[in-house]
């Protein structure tokens, strides 16, 4: 049998392949056929390019459904496909370039230049453009090729995806995924969430992500559902298109800004089956507020890069607000305690977890990757939780240094870096406060020489040109010095207080 993901989608596709596929916030209508026909035309082009068989395929740009079609066309054609935020900068394209080694990079065509330099720079033989109004050298190319592709076949352990994530130490860690992790994981959640019949995937996240990535589009795939496709999350947007749709997908920041929404509430809501919340804590607040105003109960789920899904609320059961559910079916979740033991019901512990759906480990660095197991085989997520009686999950923290901003994750330790080499600087703390908007904001605490002048706007400024703009502090604060203990440590809880309270 083909392991390959594509293959396990094909195999779902409706019927009726003229019916709707994707419908775009500009009004095109892509059909199932488009679909089949357009993968297969891209699965050709890099076919064409004799690459070898892991050879990745790293692509940074604005959503589209070409954008989902070459992903899909990526995995067709058996290679690796390795998605990055379209905020990233130079500086952090070259770090996951020279990390990857693409054999083949996409890139927006008004970044060509300084994209297509860093690639060629350290070895990528192909840089191609695809822009999000289908325009760029891919498609002009991918447009001679056949409309017919046999599915590579590719055996379940076979990489499918890589995905960078933020560490506790060091740089980014490319989390390999393999096609029976994704497969597994979409199948689970297809039953889990019960998609059914006539579903229609409002579909608002980025693509670059695996919320957006694998969560959202694979569960519409696989029940050979239609996705109503926006280029962004745009709150006005969505209340226009949901009447039209069944389930929706989104990070707690888009349920914030729905809620503020006057026209929001049961009507626009009225043919709606599901909503999702994940990649950060959904407040109580914002759970009770939503359920109030809509009469819809948010199913809230917990997922890493590493792992896909592991825990989410029942679609058919209880959705507690404050947790993430119960263990997914096959995955195998527990809380344990510092020298390893399981804790109790009630007790926080760290969160581990092992099945189908884990990771095989960092991409070229199999000592971060022995790290993060168990010798029995977990994988240590780095967060930190309470099952409670009957088995639901509560997130209280996070042992790694963590800040997430709007659903995206920002490493302190790298801001702190970018910030410690500004002249002037002696040291830098970076941390998260609780912000309305974004959950939590990125805070940047300095300690300047004593004759520096640079001020917090030009800190600001330096940092933009250098790093993606959501990594960007919201806030800088100058102090003496950071708190320490007496190990030397800063002590970034304290930190995190002070700014509270300011
Ligand atoms: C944009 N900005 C942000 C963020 N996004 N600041 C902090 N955090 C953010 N997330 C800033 C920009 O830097 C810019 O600032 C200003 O907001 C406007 O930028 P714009 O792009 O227009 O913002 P937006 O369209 O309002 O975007 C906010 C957003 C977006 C819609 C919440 O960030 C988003 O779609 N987030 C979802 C991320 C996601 O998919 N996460 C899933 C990861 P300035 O003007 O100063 O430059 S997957 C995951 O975590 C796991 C596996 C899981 O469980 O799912
Ligand atoms: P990433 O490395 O981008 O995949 O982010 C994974 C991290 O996001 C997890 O380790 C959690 O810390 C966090 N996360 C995802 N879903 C939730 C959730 N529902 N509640 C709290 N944290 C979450």
Redesign the pocket.
Known sequence: MNANLYALFASRFPQDRSACCIETHDGLYYTWNDLDRATAKIANLLAGLKLPRDARIAVQVEKSPEALMLYLATIRAGYVYLPLNTAYRAAEIEYFVTNAEPAVVVCSPQNFGWVSQIAFKSGTKHVFTLGEDRQGSLLQRAALQSNSFDTAHREPGELAAI?Y??GTTGRSKGAMLTHDNLASNALVLQEYWRWQPGDVLLHALPLF??HGLFVASHGALLNGSKMIFLPKFDAAEVLRRLPRATVFMGVPTYYVRLLAEPGFGREVCANMRLFV??????LMDTFNEFRRRTGHTIL???????TTMLVSNPCDGERVGGT?GLPLPGVSVRVVKGDGSPCPAGEVGDIQVKGPNVFQGYWHMPEKTAEEFTADGYFK???VGRFDERGYLS?VG?S?D?I?SGGY?VYPKEIESFIDELDGVVESAVVGVPHPDFGEAVTAVVVLKPDARISEPEIVAALKSRIANFKVPKRVLFVPELPRNTMGKVQKNLLRERLVNT
């Open positions: 995905l994530t933020s992500h695996v919340s994940g990649s950060a804590p959904l809230e789920r917990y997922g890493m890069s590493e993430v997520t780095g967060d997130i996070r790694k963590l997430i994750n």
